[in-house]
């Protein structure tokens, strides 16, 4: 019984009150994140976050596009990104009246050379420098059996631009569909770059717990681009919004020889003779959070320790009491 309790509250002292599963606050880097109620975006010159086309700033969302026919809107991050690993988690709503297979286009989320440049690809121009995830909505190829909407990913070295008419397949690095549409709670997409390699996943089922959508290795991408959201609505339409984007620093070492390189250098590219399972040292978390890094198992053992502090405190009261009780039965 009393091991019970004890377990029970080793659980609660160490996974309760030392959340490190939720992102790690301190690894938030507000500079690159946008949350509600949105204070500095838009017009004014200090703005961290510019605003183009259809966008609208509300106190509890960024509407990119409402949903009505050819809209296009866009946010852009004003400042470089100077990390080398990133996790960036982008809360998100797709919703419109529009039935099964008559809404779209999507939203897309970047990390490129290049920003507020509107074209024609999720209101981006379809020749872009860096990464793009896409969230598509509207299946333009009918010849795929593909689900959607469809989460996919490119890199690219503006060499070769996104293929819209057939969702961008000749050059995704991988997918997943995924049922995000008109949820009545939040959806979320997390992409993480690390060590070469990019992870992108998904939680649209509200059981606060994230699903791989694209993992693979050999992925090159330089510092100093920047973040963006983008949606565009056609003849079909969708409300388009953000909710937020919050950018982490993961916590990640590296040789001496990649610190030395010229990291603003570095061409995207996606070395696809690697196969993703060359950089197993980079855990996949299975939770809202990062990877667990060295300070994080510091943390998680701290909190056990003090679970069995707590524990063994309660335990000796316990057994106080008992012996009181049990003084007072004789
Ligand atoms: C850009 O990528 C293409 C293949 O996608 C490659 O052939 C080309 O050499 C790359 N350009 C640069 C400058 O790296
Ligand atoms: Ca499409």
Not at 82 to 109: C, F, P, R, T
Not at 119 to 148: C, E, W
Not at 264 to 278: A, G, H, Q
Request: proline share 3%; aromatic share 10%.
């Amino acid at each position: 019984m009393c091991a019970t309790a004890m377990l029970y509250l080793i659980l609660r002292t160490s996974f309760v009150h030392c959340d490190i599963t939720d992102g790690n606050q301190e690894h938030l880097k507000r500079e690159h994140s946008l949350m509600k109620p949105y204070h500095g975006v838009g017009s004014s010159s200090s703005s961290q976050w510019d605003f183009w086309g259809s966008t609208l700033v509300t106190s509890s969302y960024v509407r990119l596009t409402p949903d009505d026919r050819s809209k296009q809107g866009s946010i852009w991050n004003t400042v470089p990104v100077h990390l080398k690993d990133w996790e960036m988690h982008v809360q998100y709503k797709i919703h419109g009246s529009g039935k099964k297979n008559l809404h779209g286009d999507g939203i897309a989320i970047w990390y490129t050379k290049e920003r507020l440049h509107p074209g024609p690809i999720f209101s981006h121009n379809a020749v872009f420098h860096g990464l793009a995830v896409f969230i598509d909505t509207y299946s333009n190829d009918d010849s795929t059996d593909r689900t959607f909407p469809y989460i996919s990913a490119m890199v690219s070295n503006g060499s070769v631009g996104y293929d819209h008419g057939k969702d961008g397949r000749s050059a995704e690095l991988g997918g997943c569909p995924a049922e995000i549409r008109n949820k009545d709670h939040e959806t979320y997409l997390a992409i993480r770059y690390s060590k070469g390699r990019l992870t992108v996943m998904v939680d649209v089922e509200d059981k606060n717990e994230w699903k791989e959508c694209i993992d693979i290795g050999g992925v090159s991408l330089p510092t100093g681009y920047y973040f963006g959201a983008s949606a565009a609505t056609g003849d079909l339409s969708d409300n388009h919004d953000i909710i937020s984007m919050k950018m982490y620093q993961l916590m990640v070492e590296h040789t001496a020889e990649e610190e030395s390189q010229d990291w603003t250098k570095i061409e995207p590219s996606v070395n696809l003779l690697k196969s993703p399972k060359d950089n197993i040292d980079d855990p996949t978390g299975n939770f809202r959070g990062t990877a667990l890094t060295g300070w994080k198992v510091f943390l998680l053992l701290l909190c056990s320790l003090l679970g069995i502090v707590v524990c063994a405190v309660v335990g000796a009261v316990v057994f106080q009491k008992r012996q009181e009780r049990n003084k007072r039965f004789y």
